[in-house]
């Protein structure tokens, strides 16, 4: 019954406060309240609604607050409402619970020198919550519905907006903690976030705070655990991770031009302890993972004015495979180069310098073993340095440079293979499936085109390759040259079988608009030794090469022999024909028969005979030459049968 009393008793009181209010007292301390507060002007452009029972609140319409200095209002809100706390309104004392935000707009606009419109606010509120104030914060919780923020920096040229804000500020008061928890939308993705200081004053005040916060959406997670302080500069410290399913889609969510080419970047994970000052972030300790392959060591990313990005990086096995999935040099048909153009926009958007190490590496086909290499990325540059690689079995070193014109990319490499496997090695560089053995490779070409056809048809440069007990595959020179030495004429058989073994192997070649010519290619075994000159086209993939295989004496028996041939058709299947005049002059049956042709008197005698076996007209004396000469008719045109028999 005591209580039943006081609660009615409470319920007699409110009733009476309710009709003795002074409204028009209320809404102005209710004001007085959140300008003291805040430093904004709270400007009311429509109707203020006041109850006092069952709900003690203070509803404005149509609100705007603005600074003293501020163009337009910082905050523009559809209904601001005040809850007031009951038992200081039983005393006919008004101090607010809460405040209720619906539909608010909030514009932040920052200047040149770093300061914004809410600057006033923070500095004010800052003071008002200092212990001992004389304006203390009554109410400690902001909570905010279907919200909207336009953040605009003209420094930088960033504009940004949020949408659909569903947020809750606050801040006990009896601690010094602040939290905010909620959700919004930005860039077309629901973003849940939330962050907590445990010094809120400090916070305000630009002092060192303890600051936990949580960015979570389905592009990207981000999470930091530290310290804060804001004084000259932004300052942060502590442990930061980040998450992301594909990093491609990550960078573009937020505004930055992924890598080109469209493989790789997929799932994303990092963690580290970073070290924020301004707009650079040094990260130490890192754990980083990308697309399955993990590293460890240190990175610093810099945005003043320029993106950069510097890293040294230490793995157990990389995977390169994903990056250059999507990069073709050659077509479907695997006997044209691709002639799609190039994306260069991805080498201008990032200042990029890393060094990376590694026990094993893979680039599609080729395995590396331990390998260290650095990539320099600047001004549309791009830079990539082999210091040492364990590659096709040897040692490998060199420079692969990038840089863009417009759409036209200029290319320069330069790269020493030594000791290396050159059936390995030729199948994958230069798509050559038909040379073993082992030997040193140097290589330095210059290129500039738009597509790798542009870039094969504008090859210049120079390639050596000095190889030893090794074989080419396709012939066997050596049971070749004896078969055809005893019966010349007896018919080559099948050219494209077999192999040659070889003890040393040197091949001199020069590059010149996309031709590679061979001025010294010797093939020499105890055997048998070939010697080649001519051209190889790089744009069409043709050889056009002629040369003379030769027995040595000891294996001779004592006579040399020589048989002139010709290598012509694609790289992959090329064509070999032997010299028929050589192997003609070499049978004892139709050597003579060679000689013959070539006296008048005999072609004519064999022409005339012809004649008669084919029934052809007989011409004028007077013009045997002609006719002897005429394409397709009489003793020439056998000769020249004979010849491509």
Request: net charge neutral; glycine share 10%.
């Amino acid at each position: 019954m005591p209580i039943a009393a006081l609660l009615g008793l409470a319920l007699v009181g409110l009733v009476g406060t309710s009709w003795f209010l002074n409204r028009d007292a209320l809404q102005r301390a209710v004001e007085a309240q959140i300008r003291a507060v805040t430093g904004l002007e709270l400007v009311v452009n429509g109707p203020i609604d006041v109850s006092v029972f069952p709900g003690s609140y203070v509803s404005f319409h149509n609100v705007g607050l603005k600074g003293a200095d501020t163009v337009g209002p910082a905050l523009q809100v559809d209904v601001l409402t005040a809850n007031l706390r009951l038992l200081p309104l039983l005393l006919r004392r008004f101090e607010i619970a809460d405040v209720m935000m619906l539909r608010p707009h909030i514009r932040v606009v920052r200047d040149t020198a770093g300061d914004s419109n809410w600057t006033p606010f923070v500095v004010t509120i800052a003071k008002a919550m200092t212990p001992g104030a004389e304006n203390q914060v009554s109410f400690s919780e902001i909570r905010i519905q279907d919200g909207e923020l336009n953040y605009q920096d003209g420094t930088n040229n960033v504009s940004e907006q949020l949408g659909d804000i569903d947020l809750s500020l606050a801040w006990p008061s009896i601690s010094r903690s602040f939290a905010a928890t909620g959700q919004f939308d930005w860039r077309g993705e629901r973003v849940d976030g939330s962050i907590s200081a445990s010094d809120f004053v400090a916070l305000l005040s630009g002092d060192r705070s303890g600051l936990k916060a949580r960015l979570a959406s389905a592009p990207l997670k981000v999470a930091f655990d530290g310290t804060v302080a804001n004084r000259t500069s932004l300052m942060m410290e502590g442990t930061a991770t980040m998450d992301s399913p594909s990093l491609r889609n990550a960078l573009r969510w937020m505004g930055q031009a992924p890598p080109g080419g469209g493989g790789g970047f997929g799932r994303f994970a990092l963690k580290a302890r970073a070290n924020v000052v301004g707009g650079s972030v040094a990260l130490t300790n890192v754990n980083v993972e990308l697309d399955g392959n993990v590293a460890e060591g240190v990175m610093t990313y810099a945005n003043n004015g320029r993106q950069s990005l510097q890293a040294t990086l230490a793995a157990g096995n990389l995977d390169f495979t994903p990056y250059i999935s999507t990069f073709r040099l050659l077509a479907s048909g695997q006997r044209d180069w691709n002639r799609q153009l190039f994306d260069l926009s991805s080498l201008s958007s990032t200042d990029l310098d890393m060094r990376l190490s590694a026990a094993k590496v893979t680039v599609g086909p080729s395995k590396l073993g331990r390998t260290a290499f650095g990539a320099n990325l600047r001004g549309g540059a791009l830079a990539l340095s082999v210091g040492e690689a364990q590659m096709y079995g040897g040692i490998a070193k060199g420079s692969f440079a990038i840089a863009r014109s417009d759409a036209v990319a200029d290319v320069r490499a330069q790269f020493q293979f030594t000791d290396v496997d050159l059936q390995a090695c030729a199948s994958e560089l230069f798509g050559i499936n038909k040379l073993s053995g082992r030997g040193n490779l140097n290589v330095s070409l210059t290129a500039s085109g738009s597509s790798p056809f542009g870039l094969a048809s504008s090859l210049d440069g120079t390639a050596t390759l000095n190889g030893h007990d090794g074989a080419i595959a396709g012939f066997n020179v050596e049971q070749l040259l004896r078969r055809l030495e005893k019966r010349p004429l007896s018919g080559g058989g099948n050219f494209r079988s077999g192999s040659t073994p070889y003890d040393n192997l040197n091949i001199s070649v020069k590059f010149a608009d996309g031709v590679a010519t061979a001025d010294d290619i010797r093939v020499e075994s105890p055997a048998a030794k070939i010697t080649l000159t001519g051209t190889a086209s790089v744009p069409s993939r043709e050889y056009d090469l002629k040369g003379v295989a030769s027995l040595t004496s000891a294996s001779a028996g004592g006579n040399a022999f020589d048989l002139p041939f010709v290598i012509q058709g694609p790289w992959d299947d090329p064509l070999i024909f032997p010299d028929p005049e050589s192997l003609i002059r070499r049978s004892p049956a139709s050597a003579p028969l060679l000689d013959a042709v070539k006296d008048r008197k005999t072609r004519d005698a064999v022409r005339s005979v012809i004649e008669r076996f084919t029934g052809g007209a007989t011409r004028p004396a007077a013009a045997p030459d002609a006719a002897a000469g005429a394409p397709g008719n009489g003793p020439a045109t056998a000769a020249e049968n004979a010849k491509s028999n």
